[in-house]
């Protein structure tokens, strides 16, 4: 018997069929390994990464401030293997130098911002000067009385905080109450 054309493109038909279906499930297997894959090679390369990241911090910072009393002894040990997160300093040893060595540095960088600040004064203010004149040179004189009102009413503030002592009452009970010369009321009057 000879078969039609209809049957034969039907038989092809289903054998293709068959074999897309075959490569599609070849294919999805394949793209779900390589995920896998990649996954665990993203998991590994984060954690030596993370690793690495609180090493250099680590070594940063040990480079900043070698002497530092405060510094955490984990944070300031050698690192002998950069896989191991065993032996990488924690962020909070880090946070702990950090912080130490802005504390040690704060007065310097402050007397440095104040230096700063002072010689750069006398330029601006000539060049206020030039640029807006009597305009600046009242502006100035305001601010000036400004700061100085502002002062006087912490002084004030402050001395009267100063003036204000807690009071402190002895009472003697008993029958020595009139032989007891040491009876003391302290009642300070505050101005």
């Known amino acids: 018997m000879t078969t ?9 038909l289903e054998k293709a069929q068959k074999g897309g279906k075959q490569r599609a ?17 993203i998991k590994e390369g984060s954690a030596e990464l993370h690793v690495l990241t609180r090493q250099s911090f680590a070594e940063l910072l040990e480079e900043l401030n070698v002497a530092s009393d405060e510094v955490d002894a984990v944070a300031t040990a050698p690192i002998a293997d950069e896989a191991n997160t065993e032996e990488a300093p924690t ?3 880090i946070l702990k130098t950090a912080l130490a060595i802005v504390r040690d540095r704060k007065g310097d960088w402050l007397q ?3 230096t700063h600040l002072q010689e750069n004064a006398a330029k601006f203010d000539s060049d206020m000067t030039d640029e807006h004149g ?9 601010l000036g009385k400004v700061v100085a009102w502002v002062k006087a009413q912490q002084v004030i ?8 002592q807690p009071v ?7 029958d020595d109450a009139a032989d ?9 009057d505050s101005e």
């Open 4 to 12: 039609s054309v209809k049957e034969r493109l039907k038989i092809d």
């Open 25 to 41: 499930t070849k294919i999805s297997d394949i793209l779900k390994s390589a995920a896998s894959m990649t996954v665990d090679e």
């Open 91 to 93: 962020w909070q040893a």
């Open 112 to 114: 440095a911002f104040k």
């Open 134 to 142: 009597d305009r600046y040179l009242k502006a100035k004189s305001f």
């Open 157 to 164: 503030a402050k001395t009267q905080s100063q003036h204000t």
């Open 168 to 174: 402190s009452i002895e009472v003697v009970d008993g």
């Open 180 to 188: 007891n010369a040491a009876k003391t009321v302290n009642l300070l």
